[in-house]
C-alpha cells in the first residue's frame, strides 16, 4: 500500500497539471497570440515542455521528503497550498479572466514555491534542490504575469 501512496503522491502535481491544461487548452493559445507580452517572454512551445518537468520534479523531491522518518504535517501542507496556487493560476488567468486575482495568486505561488523549498532543504537537501528550477520558474511566471497585465489592463478583452 506504502508503494501505491508514493506513486499517487509522485504523479498527483503532473496528473493535475495535465488536466488543468486540458481545462485551459482553448483559452492559453488564444491569449498568447491576442495580448502583447513583456520582453524576455518565451515562446508557447515552451509551456508544455516546461511545466511536465516541474511537474515531475516537485513530485519527486515531494517523495522524497516523505520517505524520511519522522512528521511531515508542514510538508504536506506546503507541498498541497503550493501545487493549489499552481493550479489556481490556470483557471484564474484563462478561465476566469481574473488577471489582477491571477497576479495576486503568482505571487503568492512564488511565495509557498519558496517556502516549501526552504522545507524540503532543510529536511532533504535534495529535495531542496530538485525544487530550485521551480522557484525559478515560479519567479519569472510572476515577472510574465506583471507584464502581461501591465501591458494588456486597459484592453477591455484582457478581463472580465
Given at each position: 500500500?506504502?508503494?501505491?501512496?508514493?506513486?499517487?503522491?509522485?504523479?498527483?502535481?503532473?496528473?493535475?497539471?495535465?488536466?488543468?491544461?486540458?481545462?485551459?487548452?482553448?483559452?492559453?493559445?488564444?491569449?498568447?497570440?491576442?495580448?502583447?507580452?513583456?520582453?524576455?517572454?518565451?515562446?508557447?512551445?515552451?509551456?508544455?515542455?516546461?511545466?511536465?518537468?516541474?511537474?515531475?520534479?516537485?513530485?519527486?523531491?515531494?517523495?522524497?521528503?516523505?520517505?524520511?522518518?519522522?512528521?511531515?504535517?508542514?510538508?504536506?501542507i506546503?507541498?498541497?497550498?503550493?501545487?493549489?496556487?499552481?493550479?489556481?493560476?490556470?483557471?484564474?488567468?484563462?478561465?476566469?479572466?481574473?488577471?489582477?486575482?491571477?497576479?495576486?495568486?503568482?505571487?503568492?505561488?512564488?511565495?509557498?514555491?519558496?517556502?516549501?523549498?526552504?522545507?524540503y532543504?532543510?529536511?532533504?537537501?535534495?529535495?531542496?534542490?530538485?525544487?530550485?528550477p521551480?522557484?525559478?520558474?515560479?519567479?519569472?511566471?510572476?515577472?510574465?504575469?506583471?507584464?502581461?497585465?501591465?501591458?494588456?489592463?486597459?484592453?477591455?478583452?484582457?478581463?472580465?
Amino acid at each position: 500500500m506504502n508503494i501505491i501512496r508514493r506513486i499517487v503522491e509522485l504523479f498527483t502535481p503532473l496528473a493535475g497539471g495535465s488536466l488543468i491544461g486540458k481545462m485551459t487548452a482553448k483559452e492559453a493559445p488564444k491569449d498568447f497570440k491576442k495580448f502583447k507580452k513583456p520582453p524576455f517572454s518565451p515562446p508557447k512551445k515552451a509551456f508544455p515542455i516546461v511545466w511536465p518537468i516541474l511537474y515531475l520534479m516537485m513530485g519527486v523531491a515531494y517523495v522524497l521528503v516523505k520517505v524520511r522518518r519522522g512528521k511531515h504535517m508542514a510538508e504536506t501542507i506546503a507541498h498541497y497550498v503550493q501545487l493549489g496556487l499552481n493550479f489556481a493560476w490556470s483557471l484564474l488567468y484563462f478561465k476566469e479572466k481574473a488577471r489582477r486575482l491571477a497576479l495576486v495568486d503568482s505571487f503568492l505561488l512564488l511565495g509557498a514555491v519558496i517556502a516549501t523549498t526552504a522545507i524540503y532543504l532543510k529536511k532533504r537537501p535534495l529535495a531542496g534542490f530538485l525544487m530550485l528550477p521551480y522557484v525559478i520558474w515560479s519567479a519569472y511566471a510572476s515577472y510574465l504575469t506583471t507584464g502581461n497585465y501591465v501591458l494588456n489592463k486597459d484592453n477591455p478583452n484582457y478581463m472580465n
